[in-house]
Nanobody, 115 residues
Framework: QVQLVESGGGLVQPGGSLKLSCAAS????????VDWYRQAPGKQREFVAG???????NVAGSVKGRFTISRDNYKNTVFLQMNSLKPEDTAVYFC?????????WGQGTQVTVSS
């Protein structure tokens, strides 16, 4: 059974930082690409960052230079380090992976950037 569990969200002031985690189980994690998406109220879900099984990152232009994605294959976990957060980063953040031609999503973690 594939399971993705996000954690690390919360309330932070503008300019602050948060580190999100996505713990995966039920897949061959070390060869699986994992992506982060976010969805703000009233908006479509958008790609934030992804990392290949080999550790190659891909970060959306809107967050490049502020967000960093990494992975720890021993812990079956992908991380999203978010710095210099802005109010427009407020959203529910989801991690996602594909396994055996099926997409899986976590339940999401809320990130709120507000003073």
């Amino acid at each position: 059974q594939v399971q993705l569990v996000e954690s690390g969200g919360g309330l932070v002031q503008p300019g602050g930082s948060l580190k999100l985690s996505c713990a995966a189980s039920g897949i061959s994690f070390s060869i699986s690409a994992v992506d982060w998406y976010r969805q703000a109220p009233g908006k479509q879900r958008e790609f934030v960052a992804g990392i290949s099984g080999g550790g190659f990152p891909n970060v959306a232009g809107s967050v490049k230079g502020r967000f960093t994605i990494s992975r720890d294959n021993y812990k079956n976990t992908v991380f999203l380090q978010m710095n210099s957060l802005k109010p427009e980063d407020t959203a529910v953040y989801f991690c996602s992976c594909s396994w055996r031609n099926k997409a899986y999503w976590g339940q999401g973690t809320q990130v709120t950037v507000s003073s």
